[in-house]
Structures are given as C-alpha cells and as structure tokens.
C-alpha cells in the first residue's frame, strides 16, 4: 500500500466485539485469562508489558518506517533512553551528533556518564570524523538528522556504511522528517528512533516516543527494555497518535510548503543577519537534503540585527506565532534554544557546535502562510 493509505489502515481493523472503525481505547491494566494452561494465549496480561491500543498505534508505525517491528514509549525521551538501555554496558562507548536534542545531550552525559558509558559528540556530517571517532569499545552510533536545532544533515547511507562495517548499529533520530519524507532504514540504518510528540501526533496533545527496528535480535532487545524499566506508552495516548497519524502526510506538506515562504521572506528581510531552511539553494547541505530526503520539513532559525535581546523582542511582539517550547504541531511556534530546548548544554559546547545565544527556532505550523509572514513582518519592523 501507498504511505497515505498506510498511515490510515495500517495496525486497524473494524473492533470484533462492536465493529468499531476506530481501535478501541483498552484502558485497562490487567486482561483475564482462560486458564493457566492458556495463560497468555491472548498476548496480554497487564498493560506495562503490552496494550492492543499501543499495539495497534506500533503495527502502524513499523508498516510506515519500513521496519520488523516498533515500540511505542511514554515519550521521545523515553525512547532514547530505551535504546541506549538496551544498547549499552558500563564500559561501552557511543558515537552521538555533536548537535542534538539537549536532552539527548543531558541523558548521555549526566546519567549514562554516570555508569561508566562514555561519549564522543562527533560531527556526524563528516564521515571521516565518525570513522576517527569509534574505538574498540563503541557500541552505537546515534545520529540526529536534520539536528535540532541548527539543522545540520548527517549522510545516513554513509554513517551506516562505517557502522555496518564495524559491526555496530546505527539509529536515527527521524523526528524532525518523519518516514513520510526520509527513510532511515532504507538508508542502511538499524534503528529510527522517534518522538511521537512532534509531527507524529501533530496537535500539540500528547507526550510520546517511537524506536523502529529492522533486525530482530535488537527489537528483541528493546521491547525487553520497553518492559523492564516500565517505559510503554499509554492507551490514550497511543489512540490520539493513531488519529493524529492518519494525517502525517497531509500536514508535513503543507507545513513545508509554508516553512520555504517564511524562510524565503525572512532571506529576503534586511533586519535579518542569517537565516537557515534545507529549503533554500543557500542552505550549505542543500544537495544532501534534496538526495537523502523527499522534503525539506518545517523547521527552520534565523538570527536579527541586535543579537539576543532584538531577537526576545522580536519573540514577545508576535501574535500569530507561539512562543513555545515544543515543535511540530499544526500551531506555529518560535523558540528561544539556549534558553529553553537547550538551556542543558554548556555555553562552550553550544558555541563549538553552532547554537549560538541569538538563534531563534521556528517550527511552521499549517496558518495561512500570508499570515505567518505578515506578523513576522510587523514584529520585525518595531526592532
């Protein structure tokens, strides 16, 4: 099937009991058995382990990646921490995108550092870089692409090449595209991790997390993770994804469509220093953008004349726009990183990897574009 009929039917069926179009909500904790001989028969028992509502909404996610299988989290977090649980001993190391997620950066560093992990935060859009940076002793590599918040393209397919051919799996922070734009799997990659939070859900409604698996043996690994440490998502949560899902392809059009409009205006704008959208011909990696991905996504950032504070004015005068911490929803937000998203990560360490105090997050929402621009127009003319 096409991915816009997969991201409708797939993991649903008409509920047996009620005929129900929709997956019914199963908010429960326990499930009866039949028997202790049959114990299990079902596949459910208690729903840390599993729930047919967080199965559906994982059925449908493993159909729209590409994957064996996938595992739905209480959030992105959660789904990183799943991965680096089950991927990870206390002596191993891990090569991570210098630029990425400042809770990823926060996860690795200030509790994982704590029980002998160790971390090399590489530039992962240089592959001799990465090659350099794994040791004997890696055992992940973890990409971030496009990396939040600046941007910056990681080659998959050669990321992959290094990791496969040193044994070693390679996941992918897919949250800023989606599989609706870029396959990280089909790249070479092993797992694609996702915070169902962003675009998945789309509504600004829920908190959520996703790893995709192609190989058995690590899906085996996670969902033992998933359970253990007690990380499943819950029903309401997965049924709001799955109707938030059946819309991924729609919304990351037209919210794309958008992002070049604001991006093209804001390039265009004298008060604006530096704007940043794969969208755009001056966008540095724009020929990796156009051969990795199917699209260019929704986000975007750009810095004013004025530096710091002209860029808090220029947040606090928008109407439209909401100053918001999370991104991918139909809503329209702008984010101040080193402040909110990234507050985590030493001054030192944003500053070597781009992120730097004047940066101002955009994530393009589905609002009339005209009207986007127009309020952005008005907040900066009072700089």
């Not at 390679?170 to 790249?187: C, K």
Request: glycine share 8%; aromatic share 8%.
């Amino acid at each position: 099937m096409g991915f816009r009929t997969d991201q409708i039917h797939a993991g649903v069926t008409p509920d047996p009991a009620t005929g129900a179009i929709l997956t019914p909500i199963h908010q429960s904790t326990t499930f009866a058995q039949s028997s202790v001989e049959e114990y299990m028969a079902k596949g459910y028992s208690y729903s840390r382990s599993a729930n047919p509502t967080v199965s559906a909404l994982q059925e449908r996610l493993a159909t729209l990646e590409g994957g064996i299988s996938a595992w739905a989290f209480a959030t992105g977090m959660a789904a990183t921490n799943g991965v680096f649980m089950a991927l990870l001993n206390a002596g191993d190391h891990a090569v991570i995108s210098d630029v990425a997620y400042g809770g990823t950066y926060r996860l690795a560093t200030k509790v994982f550092s704590r029980f002998g992990v160790d971390f090399t935060f590489a530039d992962t859009s240089n592959l001799d870089e990465v090659a350099a940076s794994v040791t004997e002793r890696t055992r992940l590599i973890f990409t971030e692409t496009p990396a939040n918040p600046t941007l910056k393209y990681t080659d998959i397919a050669g990321v992959s090449e290094i990791a496969t051919s040193r044994g070693i799996p390679h996941a992918v922070d897919n949250t800023f595209l989606t599989s609706y734009f870029q396959r990280p799997l089909e790249l070479g990659a092993d797992l694609a991790v996702h915070s169902t939070t962003k675009y998945f859900d789309g509504h600004n409604a829920t908190v959520g997390g996703a790893v995709v698996c192609r190989d058995e043996k690590q899906a085996e690994e996670i969902a033992f993770v998933q359970n253990a440490a007690g990380l499943i998502m819950s029903p309401m949560v997965a049924w709001l994804t799955l109707q938030g899902s059946k819309t991924l392809s729609e919304r990351m059009e037209r919210q794309s469509a958008n992002a070049l409009a604001v991006a093209e205006f804001l390039e265009a704008h004298p008060k604006v220093i530096s704007v940043t959208y794969p969208g755009l011909a001056s966008f540095p990696q724009h020929d990796l953008a156009v051969k990795q991905a199917s699209g260019f996504g929704a986000m975007a950032w750009f810095e004013v004349q004025g530096g710091v504070e002209a860029g808090k004015r220029l947040m606090r005068s928008l109407r439209v726009w909401t100053l918001a911490e999370n991104l991918g929803s139909v809503e329209s937000l702008i984010t101040h990183p080193v402040t909110m998203t990234h507050a985590d990560v030493e001054p030192r360490e944003r500053l070597r990897v781009g992120i730097t105090d004047g940066l101002v997050r955009i994530s393009v929402g589905m609002e009339d574009a005209e009207d986007l621009v127009d309020d952005l127009a008005q907040g900066l003319d009072q700089l």
